[in-house]
């Protein structure tokens, strides 16, 4: 059987006729419940969309499960996460009804204002769904009644103000996710203190193997994928433990083994370039230099 390939989902109303809802009052953005959905005229045909806006949904009493990037959710329970333009959805259940809401705009729609810029720092439209935003009862009031602010909005008359204050509703929104992603970093800080002791181990692992020499430093995603995150959590996870993103952590775990090497062995500064993994002695004193404030050779010559 030939594998159906994606189909890319470019606007608002044409989410909408996927899903049975009825035409979106405004074309870039649009809020509805999911109840709201009509099965009956909804193209569940379609297995696997891309989609091109970005979406929050927030979404609880969901039968059955939702394939997101590589992996499988079961959304039973109340549950908030954010997909950005390109990211591939696909449903796997049939016939699920789930209730909550979800918020949908174009990029277009904030072309012109600075979130459109500090949209991309918000780490959480690169997550995987098993590491979506769990709320709490208060938490969920708060963000579904910015979410009615919202679809009031859109439902009032356009006037010079309505692009703006929709444009800060939305702002708010994100800001309440990521102050509440932070808040779940912190109250799973005992699992995520595993984290950084299996990261540790996979360092030191890797480092000890020949994947050094053969592929050289480890990446963010080679690490991300070994930890089963992905790239963006695992790096904002950290971040809220230590202080640094994964490829900080990287370029510690080399700083310390390339003092190490250093300070015990005779071994030149090229030599233990190439041990490190690194194609070029350039990049590593450059690297070293910019993490010590000194060169290779400097640090060496300290011991003298």
Known sequence: MKKQSP???????EQHRILGLPRPSHPLVSVFNFEDMNHDHADFGVETLIMDMYCISLKRDVVGKIRYGQGYFD????????TGPGQVVSNISDNHRPSGWCVVFHPDFIRRHPLSLKIKGYGFFGYEVNEALHLSEKEEEL?????KMLLHELNSNIDSYSEQVIVAHLELLLSYAERFYNRQFITRKPVNNDVLLKLENLLSAYFNSEKLVEQGLPTVNYIADSLHFSDSYLSDLLKNLTGQNTQQHIHHYVIEKAKELLASTNLSVAEIAFRLGFGFPQSFNKLFKNKTQV??????QSFN
């Open 75 to 82: 959304f039973d329970e109340g549950i908030m996460f954010c």
């Open 7 to 13: 189909s890319i989902v470019r606007s608002v109303s």
């Open 143 to 147: 963000i579904v009644s910015v979410i």
């Open 295 to 300: 060169t290779p050779l400097q640090y060496r």
